[in-house]
Every structure is written in C-alpha cells, then in structure tokens.
C-alpha cells in the first residue's frame, strides 16, 4: 500500500506541534528569567514588553483589593470609590472576596486561569494544518497575548466566560449561555456586543435582548457611579497608546507628536483644533458602519451563514467591533480574535468570495499584534529623527490595519447575519 505523505502532511492535526512549540516559548522566557535573574530583563530586552513587578499585576490587583475590602467589612453597596484601594474595575468584582482571595494567592490563581485559557483556545481551534499551526504560534506568542498573560489581566476571566457561554450555546442550554455573558457584561461591559450570537434563534432571540438589556439596566441603576467611571477611565490610555487599539488612538498620538517635535510652532492652536478630532473619528466610524450595512445587507451568502464556526467568529468580531467603537482599549482586548481564525480559515479554504477578505484580514492580525516587537523605545521616539520615523512608519501601519480589520469583520459580521433578519432590517428601511 502506497502511503501519500502529502495528504498526511495536510490533512494531519498539528495541534500538537503548536502546543510544543507554545511549551518550548515559555520554557525558554522562564529559562531567561532564571538565568539572569532578572524578571525585567527578559520581558523588556527581549519582548519589548514593560513588565510590572511583582508578576501578575493586574491579577495581583484584584486580590489585593478584595482582601482590603474585606478587611475593612465593606459591601459592594457601600458608597466608597474602588480607585481608592487601587483598583480599576466595578465593585461587582469585589464579591470575590467572599471567597477569601488574598494577595498572596495571586501566583496561583493567574497559574490556573492562565493554563484554562490556553485549553480554551485548543478547544476553539479544533483540528488545524501545517500552516495554520505556524500562524496561530505567531499569534498566540504576539504582544497582546503575552502581554495579557504576564499581567494575568482580567479580560483572560472575560475570555473564559464567553468560552463557557459558547460551549452553552453549542449544547442549545440557552440560559446558561446567556447567563455567562450577562455575568461578563457585568465585569466589563463592553462584552454586551457579543448578545450576537443569538441571532440565529428566531424565536428567542428578542426575548434574550429584552431580558440582557433589562438585567445590565438594572445592574446600571445600582451601580451608575461604577458605570460613569469606568467610561470616564480616557486618561489612563494617554500615555499607552503604543499599546492600545480603537477609533481614538491615533487622534491622542497625533497630541503626543505635536507636544514633543520642535518643528512644530504654534503648539496650542494645533491641540486647540484636535478636540475637534473625537467628534471626526465617530463620524468616520459611523458612515463606514452604515456604508458597510448598505452595501452589505442585500448580499444573501448563505453557505458562509451555515459554516461551521460561525457562533465562534461571532464572539470574537462583536467584541472587536463593540470594543473599537468604545475608543479606547489595552491591546490585550484583542486576545478575543482568537475566536475568529477557525472560521476565517474555513472560508479561505470553502468559499471564494470571502478569501481574499479573510487573507486581508489575517495579515492586519499579524501586522496589528506584532508591530510592537519590532519599535524602538518609545521613551526615545523624539530625540533622534531615524527612529522617530521608523516608529511612525510602524505606528501608522498598524492603525491602518486596524481600522482595515474593523471594516471587514463589520462586513463579514453583515453578511452572515440570518436572513430573517436581514428581511426585517430592509423592510423597515422600506
């Protein structure tokens, strides 16, 4: 019996050899750190990342507020700010202190949930090929992920969450699944958006709405201070938008250029004029939301609605819209991609009219998640010409990239929504 080695090789689950090149990753990374024993070295010299000392901050963070908080016998009702315990998220976050979280348990924890949420992307990614295996350790090894994992940062929980509500939804247990990401939007808010992906329920589908949308106005009613807080947290992305993603970006890094170059006179009629800038890029984000929904709605793919993880694509690409259209987010909030791959490379193998799309897409991933390794110190960006260019050059190109990826994810989250749907909008318009 003749063996084709070449239909092995392509049509093999390599997810074993990402999962040993993902291993071999992290060895080496803890090997540095052990070696030279500096943590900071590692992350800074050889990930371009700013570490936080101890690990785990923003887990670290959690713990350490509700151990203060239950300390100090508060309830989640008690009128006090969360900042003041050194902590960035709504109160609702604090009933984990009832659990008796500490400090000192924060290695632990952000061990654990880091390893859940890497067998939640295996679990997503199901049986893969040679090359998607190379593209998903390109991925997974990228800025937002490592950065989200060194400072075991909240949204690895979101992530776990929707995971949940998607293996709910797979099962038909529809109350659960909905209960999973009420219980998201809850912790952060902008996980509402992903309520798409009930759209293909016909009968539910307004009743989940109503009954979402009634739970988080509840939950807003009780908790507004936390809600206007949250929204007015704009300040804390000023000086991190080399690291951060939506349509307000780049209108705060054209401020950090014109306050550091010296070529530039009349400083303050410039920033003057960029308030108007916020008011310009909702503009923009709302004609390419209508234009990609005109030219879009009427298109019936019905084969590309029927694909196989489709519920997944919807996930990740409502929170990327959703949380894009917010303004401003950490890159660690683009970890929910993830979602999105096995059906992008479905369609690149099944259906034509969507691949060149999805191949577009995928190189704005790559650009987009690992820029950030190749920019030089943006401590140094303005004192020698060459490297301010060059950063500006990278900075630009991801920016493109991700408003490429907003466009087309809109698109694409379009033209697949169900065509009852579809039906309803375009009489309505009628």
């Not at 500490?102 to 939640?120: C, D, P, Q, R």
Request: hydrophobic letters at 55%.
């Amino acid at each position: 019996m003749k063996i084709n080695y070449r239909n092995i090789f392509r049509y093999s689950d390599y997810r074993w050899l990402l999962a040993i090149g993902i291993l071999a990753y992290f060895a080496v990374v803890i090997y540095n750190i052990i070696a030279w024993n500096d943590y900071a070295r590692t992350w800074e010299g050889w990930l371009n990342i700013s570490p936080e000392r101890p690990g785990f901050a923003d887990f670290r963070s959690i713990a350490k507020a509700c151990e203060i908080f239950r300390n100090r016998h508060y309830s989640i009702f008690t009128d006090f700010n969360s900042m003041s315990l050194g902590f960035g998220y709504p109160k609702i976050w604090f009933l984990l202190s009832y659990l008796g979280i500490k400090e000192s348990h924060t290695n632990i924890i952000s061990i654990i949930f880091i390893t859940l949420f890497f067998i939640a992307i295996f679990k997503i990614i199901e049986k893969i090929g040679f090359v998607e295996s190379l593209f998903y350790f390109i991925t997974i090894t990228s800025f937002p992920f490592i950065l989200a994992i060194e400072r075991a940062n909240a949204d690895l929980i979101i992530f776990l969450l929707l995971f949940l509500s998607f293996l709910f939804f797979k099962k038909n247990k529809i109350f659960l699944s909905v209960f999973n990401i009420i219980l998201s939007v809850f912790l952060k808010y902008y996980t509402i958006f992903t309520l798409v992906v009930f759209a293909d329920k016909k009968k539910s589908f307004v009743k989940i709405l109503m009954i979402s949308f009634l739970a988080f106005g509840i939950y807003s009613y009780l908790f507004f201070s936390d809600i206007s807080f949250m929204l007015n947290m704009k300040n804390k992305y000023y000086n991190s938008i080399w690291h951060s993603y939506g349509m307000f970006i780049y209108v705060d890094y054209i401020k950090l250029f014109i306050s550091n170059s010296l070529a530039i006179h009349n400083k303050a009629e410039y920033l003057y004029l960029l308030k108007y800038f916020h008011g310009i890029s909702l503009f923009v984000v709302i004609l390419i939301f209508l234009s990609v929904f005109y030219f879009s709605i009427k298109n019936k793919n019905s084969s590309a609605f029927k694909s196989p993880y489709i519920n997944e694509f919807r996930i990740g690409t409502s929170v990327y819209i959703g949380s894009f259209f917010l303004g401003y987010n950490f890159d660690y909030r683009l970890i929910f991609l993830i979602f999105t791959l096995p059906q992008i490379f479905y369609w690149i193998k099944h259906e034509k009219k969507l691949k060149f799309i999805c191949l577009i897409i995928l190189t704005s991933i790559l650009v987009s998640f690992n820029y950030y390794y190749f920019a030089v110190d943006y401590f140094l960006l303005f004192k020698w010409n060459r490297i301010f260019s060059f950063n500006v050059l990278l900075f630009t190109l991801r920016e493109l990239s991700l408003w490429v990826m907003f466009s087309l994810y809109l698109y694409i989250i379009v033209i697949t929504m169900p065509e009852n749907i579809k039906e309803k909008i375009i009489l309505f318009n009628k």
